[in-house]
């Protein structure tokens, strides 16, 4: 079945560096990839959808220039939290989908974030 | 907006029981998908099933299947002879036919098993 590769799975990092969290679909070709946070306990929000070779679409209230999303392939998308600070500590999760025609969406596994 | 409500934040079912998780959603719109997302401790989110709003047969896989009620706007899931394995957190999730395509989640269902 289709796979989403999602690295790191956890990073902890020194607050005012920057991280990148790659995801990479391995068997097919991802039109659409989706970003989300997940908070303990709570539901995924949505962050941004990034369609290849386009500026990424960002949600309300999710700063553009602290997350830069990249998706410069049909097998590759990029987040980077930029000057990370503490509350940017969380859980990070991609989904890609081919949407035409829909066929499904596939989740990578997943970044714990920790800033410290 | 399409929302997606999830009323019961925890259940618990005996092993080899069978429970049934709720969720209602909210559209305006015929044709859509809705879709069972588990996401066990690893937090790997894992589909469970599918539907498709203008099929009027309820989806099945195993020991998984879906109540769709489409008046209703209800969707619920039930789970057939539990296992220590479906302990998790079920999402319930909506998208549009005819958007660019993501999911709206409800705010999830914690299961637990008892042996």
């Known amino acids: 079945g289709a796979v989403v590769s999602q690295h790191p799975s956890r990073v902890i990092c020194k607050s005012g560096t920057s991280v990148k969290i790659e995801c990479r679909s391995l068997?097919?070709?991802?039109?659409?990839m989706f970003w989300y946070r997940q908070f303990p306990k709570q539901s995924l929000m949505l962050m941004a959808t990034s369609n290849e070779g386009s500026k990424a679409t960002y949600e309300q209230g999710v700063e553009k220039d602290k997350f830069l999303i990249n998706h410069a392939s049909l097998t590759l998308s990029t987040l980077t939290v930029t000057s990370a600070h503490p509350e940017d500590s969380s859980f990070y999760i991609c989904s890609a989908t081919y949407t035409v025609p829909f066929i499904g969406y596939t989740f990578g596994s997943g970044t714990r974030l920790t800033v410290v | 907006a399409q929302t997606v409500t999830q009323s019961q934040p925890e259940m618990s079912v005996q092993e080899a029981e069978t429970v049934t998780l709720s969720c209602t959603y909210d559209t305006s719109e015929s044709d859509y998908y809705l879709f069972w997302y588990k996401q066990p401790p690893s937090r790997q989110m894992i589909l469970v099933i599918r539907?498709?709003?203008?099929?009027?047969q309820n989806a099945t896989e195993n020991r998984f299947s879906v109540n769709f009620q489409k008046a209703a706007k209800s969707f619920s899931l039930k789970i057939s002879d539990s296992q220590l394995g479906d302990a998790a957190m079920y999402f319930c999730?909506?998208?549009?036919?005819?958007?660019?395509?993501?999911?709206?989640f409800g705010k999830g269902t914690k299961l637990s098993v008892k042996p």
């Open positions: 068997d097919f070709q991802a039109t659409t």
């Open positions: 999730a909506y998208r549009s036919r005819g958007s660019q395509g993501n999911l709206i």
């Open positions: 539907q498709e709003a203008y099929k009027q």
